[in-house]
């Protein structure tokens, strides 16, 4: 048992010099790149899309997936959560420039 624990720490110190990330941040972005790429899915925008052409993707979204229109408000609750989170991709890449 001591021996994996050995194993373990060591190959959690190797990924930190390969990486510069411990193992458990790489899961983290991980998931968080998979969530992202649901909302671009949503939403249909690609990895590039603009503030702009997020926005008006939100826009036709909205309108397909409106009550008033035969949606629910958990598509729209969907749409509007993954506007938000591709919103704050940009916000944070543009803040690292």
Do not use: Y
């Not at 411990?22 to 899915?41: H, N």
């Not at 309108?63 to 591709?86: C, F, I, S």
């Amino acid at each position: 048992m001591g021996k994996l624990i050995v194993l373990l720490a060591l190959a959690a110190l190797l990924c930190r010099v390969l990486s510069g990330l411990w193992p458990w941040q790489l899961w983290q972005k991980s998931e968080q790149s998979q969530k992202e790429a649901q909302a671009r899915s949503l939403l249909g925008v690609n990895r590039q899309a603009t503030r702009a052409e997020i926005v008006e993707a939100h826009r036709r979204k909205l309108a397909q997936v409106h009550p008033d229109r035969g949606g629910t408000n958990e598509a729209v609750h969907q749409a509007t959560a993954a506007r938000d989170l591709l919103l704050a991709r940009l916000d944070r890449i543009e803040a690292g420039k």
